[in-house]
């Protein structure tokens, strides 16, 4: 069974300041997404990270995946408000299904 | 971009009763749409890969006779809670990936808040 477990589960952070979250997986996959969701919302889409190495960057989120560790990051930078939400990831099975992280709560206190 | 349109956004019903739940994908075909369950602070849970023109694959520990998963369509997936019960009470969401296979990201409803009274 493919699990996927995110580090730290709640974080709540003074604006200005950088954090990463981590996410771990326990299959091979070279395919990793990023996702935001508001209270009360559904998921949007922040990045898709297709290789090892692979960076991406939007504003003051950037994420990162190491297939061989298993691992990718989401790293923030100089926290705002409008930041808070809950952050997931998202790795790709066998089945063409995606199968999502423990998530992140994130709160930025101003 | 790829938009996916869930209908209700919520809906209150009484124990016993059944609920459909409809998801669409507006501007491209959805060989393949997913069904997600959340409850609250919790992550998504897959319940069911559902596949046009045939039977829905569940994961395990998902009863299928509860939750009917039905997708007539390339456009259309419906998932209809049966005999709902107060524990079915919660976020429902649906997605799809335009492209089918490949490295498109899901692209998610907007969900359905069931609550069974």
Not at chain 1, 42 to 49: A, D
Not at chain 1, 65 to 73: E, G, N, P, V, W
Not at chain 2, 80 to 85: D, I, K, L, N, R
Request: charged share 15%; glycine share 8%; hydrophobic share 35%.
């Amino acid at each position: 069974e493919l699990k996927v477990e995110q580090n730290p589960l709640f974080l709540s952070m003074q604006e200005g300041k950088n954090y990463t979250i981590y996410c771990n997986y326990s299959t091979t996959s070279d395919r990793l997404y990023w996702y935001r969701q508001d209270p009360g919302k559904s998921l949007e889409s922040l990045f898709v990270l297709l290789s090892n190495g692979a960076v991406k960057q939007e504003g003051r989120l950037m994420a990162s995946l190491d297939t061989k560790a298993r691992l990718s990051t989401l790293h923030i930078t100089a926290a705002v408000h409008d930041l808070s939400a809950t952050y997931f990831c998202a790795v790709l099975g066998n089945g063409n299904q995606f199968y999502f992280g423990t998530g992140t709560s994130l709160t930025v206190i101003p | 971009g790829a938009v996916v349109s869930q209908h209700p956004s919520w809906v209150i019903c009484k124990s016993g009763t059944s609920v459909k739940i409809e998801c669409r994908s507006l501007d491209f075909q959805a060989t393949t749409m997913f069904w997600y369950r959340q409850f609250p602070k919790q992550s998504l849970m897959l319940m069911a890969t559902s596949n046009e023109g045939s039977k829905a694959t569940y994961e395990q520990g998902v009863e299928k006779d509860k939750f009917l998963i039905n997708h007539a369509s390339l456009t259309l997936s419906t998932l209809t809670v049966t005999s709902a019960h107060p524990e079915d009470s919660s976020f429902y969401i649906c997605s799809a990936r335009d492209g089918g296979q490949g490295v498109a990201p899901l692209h998610f409803g907007n969900g359905t808040r069931l609550t069974v009274t």
